[in-house]
């Protein structure tokens, strides 16, 4: 099969990372083999998922795990970011572990070592016990205890082979398009009331960080999400919403964890008796800081009526409205490709933050095609890797590189219509075939290394 780009890629320094993503309720499958999840509860409501489908299955990644690491060795990255499902170790949230569930999770990581690949595990990418919520979920500040007593569960299993942690996977995806908007589970529509579900989120990351360093732990992350928001024009009312949206999207998560505090406005809307005391907690040290890049977005000034945007129906009380980037190619999800954007955004992060900026890594970047011979795929990974070079050029300090995703998998509330791996999958066999993606990587990895 073709694999092809316009030239080698450029030298990137010898000790960089460079890796594939999963996440465990997208490939997973066994379900009955776990406690239930909030995305067993949203999915099995008719409408929620757009193909009407389920992850019971999905690639059936718990049985069929050798094979998947097996690509991933065969492909010559160093490392393979994976997510733990924290219904599968702790059926109800807290309490009694479930054997089995530990069980797949110590394979995984034995198979991944003795494949001579890094394990990266993620401890939270969206799938909450359901009895958790049915509590309150990250509305509930009692779940962030809950998540950092799961860290430790985690750790004390694996932390003898894993040394690399990502503690949460897009706080804001979650907060966002799960409690605000209501398009991803749980599937509430509380507007800019989802506020302490972000509060939640971040302080469990930070005792999640605690939880892990106590175990030993001294290589730990964060994976969140970000990109460069672009005002639909210069007037005024849309270049405020540009800088609300930007603020809500990237400062909201980034500044707390970074900088110590929220962006000014917000720390009085969030709930906490002592805030002061929460961010000392949020704001542990990290030893790196992970960013997931998509896309930019243009944002202009609210519309007085519901907008469609990326497959979401926005409500007119949002005090912004996303538009359309014209000019650039898109992917099949609709989103533009624009490479030169990564670097904006890393270039920006350093100038925002300085010296309080960790080394970053990149642990989310691919997009989404179908067809086995995904040329369009292979242009969008090799544009993006030469602007991620320009921002090391610029002086960035970016550590690592990690592309989403290894294999096609359950998208969320797309079902399994976007296809965003390296590997083909086929829903009706499971059957997993190679892309030229993955060949085009494979090769440039090895030009690499010589």
Known sequence: MAATAASPLPPFPRDFLWGVSTSAHQIE???AERGASVWDAFTAVPGNVKDGTTAAVACDHYHRYREDVALVRDLGVDAYRFSVSWPRVLPTGSGRVHPAGLDFYDRLVDELCAAGVRPVPTLFHWDTPLTVQEAGGWRNRDTAERFAQYA???AARLGDRVNRWIT???PAEHTLLGHALGRHAPGERLLFDALPVAHHQLLAHGLAVRALRAAGARDIGIANSHGPTWPASDAEEDTAAADFYDVLLNRLFADPLLLGHYPEGFGELLPSHDLDADMSVISEPLDWYGINFYQPTKVGAPLPHPTEFSGLTLPPELPFTPREIEGYPTTDFGWPVVPGALTEL?????????ERLPPLVITENGCSYGGLDDQERIAY???HLRA???????????RGYF???LMDNFEWAEGYRQRFGLVHVDYDTLERTPKASYHWLREALRARRG
């Not at 991620?388 to 970016?398: F, K, N, T, W």
């Open 29 to 31: 499958g066994a379900a």
């Open 152 to 154: 430790a569960v985690v």
């Open 168 to 170: 949460l996977n897009e």
């Open 346 to 354: 890393l270039t920006a992060f350093r100038d925002r933050y300085g």
């Open 381 to 383: 990974l090799d544009g």
């Open 388 to 398: 991620l070079h320009r921002a090391l050029e610029a002086g960035v300090d970016v």
């Open 403 to 405: 592309v989403w995703s």
